[in-house]
């Protein structure tokens, strides 16, 4: 008796036999249970980025790399700096993030197409107070790759001329405005137990009579005791009431003061600020 088969089970074994032939759609080879073809390799990514500073000192072109002292800008009230981080990589990077303690930058920037820069300007006119000299600053840029996860980092530096420090005036150290016979000498506007914080807008603690102290008092910054921020304290308290004193001849103001304080801590270079203040603070008092 004449056995009739289905059609489709014609086609099946058909395209089987193709699927028998070594090379001939190997994509369906699973499908009649031969080995499957080796996975495509795995696609990759190049995560790159850099960061570029330059300085003008009209705020104007032309614009400086300035990487090196040699290559220092005298800069003044109208410099301008110009960060430009560049995606050199083939993913977009996010969570970009610029910091730069000199300038007060400190700032997501969002995310980074590959091929794509942005350009930043930002103002100097506050880089050189309280500052003489080369002065160096470095500019810090992070972001992550949207595909990869790599986290990856660049930097750059620029040097810049603040010009020579001013002629020696007054000053008292802080061993002489912390003895309570030259209370009445401190200038009005500051007490003996004024917070630091109120008056520098940071929070700070220092060793004192053994204990840490936060949060102290300036009579208190006045005798903590140690180096680096112990040192520091002291040392500005005393710039700051010179600084505020009409009978002291100070190479600086009050705000110049404050100024200089807040941009070296916590990020900053604290040590070299508490050797200037030192050198102004013992120039001589001409208070009893």
Same mark, same amino acid.
């Given at each position: 008796?004449?056995?009739?088969?289905?059609?489709?089970?014609?086609?099946?074994?058909? *395209?089987?036999?193709?699927?028998? &032939?070594? /090379? @001939?759609? =190997?994509?369906?080879?699973?499908?009649?249970?031969?080995?499957?073809? !080796?996975?495509?390799?795995?696609?990759?990514?190049?995560?790159?980025?850099?960061?570029?500073?330059?300085?003008?000192?009209?705020?104007?072109?032309?614009?400086?790399?300035?990487?090196?002292?040699?290559?220092?800008?005298?800069?003044?009230?109208?410099?301008?700096?110009?960060?430009?981080?560049?995606?050199?990589?083939?993913?977009?990077?996010?969570?970009?993030?610029?910091?730069?303690?000199? *300038?007060?930058?400190?700032?997501? &920037?969002? /995310? @980074?197409? =590959?091929?794509?820069?942005?350009?930043?300007?930002?103002?100097?006119? !506050?880089?050189?107070?309280?500052?003489?000299?080369?002065?160096?600053?470095?500019?810090?840029?992070?972001?992550?790759?949207?595909?990869?996860?790599?986290?990856?980092?660049?930097?750059?530096?620029?040097?810049?001329?603040?010009?020579?420090?001013?002629?020696?005036?007054?000053?008292?150290?802080?061993?002489?405005?912390?003895?309570?016979?030259?209370?009445?000498?401190?200038?009005?506007?500051?007490?003996?137990?004024?917070?630091?914080?109120?008056?520098?807008?940071?929070?700070?603690?220092?060793?004192?009579?053994?204990?840490?102290?936060?949060?102290?008092?300036?009579?208190?910054?006045?005798?903590?005791?140690?180096?680096?921020?112990?040192?520091?304290?002291?040392?500005?308290?005393?710039?700051?009431?010179?600084?505020?004193?009409?009978?002291?001849?100070?190479?600086?103001?009050?705000?110049?003061?404050?100024?200089?304080?807040?941009?070296?801590?916590?990020?900053?270079?604290?040590?070299?600020?508490?050797?200037?203040?030192?050198?102004?603070?013992?120039?001589?008092?001409?208070?009893?």
């Amino acid at each position: 008796m004449y056995s009739h088969q289905p059609r489709n089970t014609l086609r099946t074994f058909s *395209l089987c036999a193709l699927l028998a &032939i070594p /090379g @001939l759609l =190997p994509g369906l080879a699973a499908a009649c249970g031969t080995e499957p073809c !080796e996975p495509p390799p795995p696609t990759t990514t190049t995560t790159c980025l850099t960061l570029l500073k330059e300085v003008s000192s009209d705020g104007l072109k032309p614009w400086y790399d300035a990487n090196t002292e040699a290559e220092a800008v005298t800069i003044d009230s109208t410099s301008k700096y110009r960060l430009r981080p560049t995606n050199c990589g083939d993913e977009k990077l996010i969570n970009v993030h610029i910091s730069d303690p000199l *300038l007060a930058v400190d700032a997501y &920037i969002g /995310g @980074l197409r =590959p091929a794509n820069d942005t350009v930043m300007e930002f103002s100097a006119a !506050e880089v050189c107070v309280g500052r003489y000299g080369l002065v160096k600053n470095t500019a810090t840029i992070s972001g992550t790759g949207e595909i990869s996860a790599t986290y990856i980092e660049a930097s750059d530096v620029a040097w810049v001329n603040c010009g020579e420090e001013p002629q020696a005036g007054q000053g008292c150290t802080p061993g002489y405005w912390k003895q309570d016979q030259h209370f009445d000498s401190w200038p009005s506007a500051y007490a003996p137990s004024t917070t630091f914080s109120s008056v520098f807008g940071r929070d700070i603690s220092i060793r004192f009579d053994k204990q840490t102290i936060t949060n102290p008092t300036l009579l208190q910054a006045l005798s903590a005791q140690g180096g680096n921020i112990n040192a520091a304290a002291r040392h500005t308290v005393a710039a700051l009431l010179n600084s505020a004193s009409t009978d002291v001849d100070y190479d600086l103001s009050t705000s110049d003061v404050i100024s200089l304080f807040q941009s070296n801590y916590p990020d900053g270079e604290l040590d070299d600020m508490k050797d200037r203040l030192a050198k102004y603070n013992e120039q001589g008092c001409p208070l009893n």
